[in-house]
Nanobody, 121 residues
């Protein structure tokens, strides 16, 4: 079963924090590098952070989020998390988790429903 379920988004003021979670329901992605992607309305999804597979995963971050976001995974629970601190308005968007490199956009590739993050005062 290929299913990714993202959650944890919401409305937060600048400087606030959120923790996003992604459940790999069917365990199909446990042996893959994974990423969190952000999509702003009308634009393509862009990579925000990614994490390697294996027993000692390593995170990598896009420049604007480096030092503020932390990606992690729990292979026993098939979850990938993104902890976001010091959120800024430019972090606003719909967040998706998926394998890295990413699949094509839908309908050619599978993507979950995403979770919306809005940073606004």
């Amino acid at each position: 079963q290929v299913q990714l379920v993202e959650s944890g988004g919401g409305l937060v003021q600048p400087g606030g924090s959120l923790r996003l979670s992604c459940v790999d329901v069917g365990g199909m992605f446990s042996r893959l590098d994974m990423g969190w992607y952000r999509q702003v309305s009308g634009e393509q999804r862009e990579l925000v952070a990614r994490i390697t597979r294996g027993a000692n995963p390593t995170g990598w971050y896009e420049g604007p989020v480096r030092g503020r976001f932390t990606i992690s995974r729990d292979n026993r629970k098939n979850t990938i998390s993104l902890h976001m601190d010091n959120l800024q308005p430019e972090d606003t968007g719909d967040y998706y988790c998926n394998r890295y490199p990413p699949p094509p956009p839908p309908p050619s590739g599978y993507w979950g429903q995403g979770t919306r993050v809005t940073v606004s005062s």
